[in-house]
């Protein structure tokens, strides 16, 4: 079965940077994944998506801040998170796609940013 597991969250304070990995195992070849987050007490937010190796799109919140990327090689996704303010503090979980309408998600990894 398929299965994902996010690290490298942490605490940081504002300007810092981190990079979050979402390393997936199972038989899947990833499609597309994504990035999402939760605050307390707030909705998950989707944060960021890379399609096809490539094509990639981010909330307006993240953008010129936040990359994703993957290395299939590794089945790994990533979420390089530079500039961080207290704005992004929350669970960030991973999703990965194969294709079709089955998404997998991650247990999530707690970022949290001081000022």
């Known amino acids: 079965q398929v299965q994902l597991v996010e690290s490298g969250g942490g605490l940081v304070q504002a300007g810092e940077s981190l990079r979050l990995s979402c390393v997936v195992s199972?038989?899947?070849?990833?499609?597309?994944a994504s990035w999402h987050r939760q605050a307390p007490g707030k909705q998950r937010e989707w944060v960021a998506t890379i399609a096809n190796g490539w094509a990639t799109n981010y909330a307006d919140s993240v953008k010129g801040r936040f990359t994703i990327s993957s290395d299939n090689a590794k089945n790994t996704v990533y979420l390089q998170m530079n500039n961080l303010t207290p704005e992004d503090t929350a669970s960030y979980y991973c999703?990965?796609?194969?294709?079709?309408?089955?998404?997998?998600w991650g247990q999530g990894t707690q970022v949290t940013v001081s000022s």
């Open positions: 999703t990965v796609s194969g294709g079709g309408g089955t998404w997998h």
């Open positions: 199972g038989r899947v070849a990833i499609s597309a």
